[in-house]
Nanobody, 111 residues
Framework: QLQASGGGLVQAGGSLTLSCTVSGSVVGIITMEWHRQVPGKLRDFVAQSTASGKTDYADSVKDRFTISRDGAKNTVFLQMNNLNPEDTAVYYC???????WGQGTQVTVSS
């Protein structure tokens, strides 16, 4: 299971950190991703962290978002800085190797 948390309401230019806790001691050995979705649109890729330490980001969030993981806590984080209203969405963590999605956490950025 994936349990996401950390969403909320923030003003433009602000920051939030999302967390995704994974059941079982697998965070250190699996690829983890964050995606986001706005109503009426497809779910979009945001960031990826592989077990080997490689990261990848959507162009729209590069240099603003950082994905990281804490294997001891079985948790993956998404640090989001300099947020803008276009970042408003429900954010989901995803383990592609396990085909597991978290329940989503709402991020709302006010202008």
């Amino acid at each position: 299971q994936l349990q996401a948390s950390g969403g909320g309401l923030v003003q433009a230019g602000g920051s939030l950190t999302l967390s995704c806790t994974v059941s079982g001691s697998v965070v250190g050995i699996i690829t983890m991703e964050w995606h986001r979705q706005v109503p009426g649109k497809l779910r979009d890729f945001v960031a990826q962290s592989t077990a080997s330490g490689k990261t990848d980001y959507a162009d729209s969030v590069k240099d603003r978002f950082t994905i990281s993981r804490d294997g001891a806590k079985n948790t993956v984080f998404l640090q989001m800085n300099n947020l803008n209203p276009e970042d408003t969405a429900v954010y989901y963590c995803y383990a592609p190797g396990l085909l597991l999605w978290g329940q989503g956490t709402q991020v709302t950025v006010s202008s």
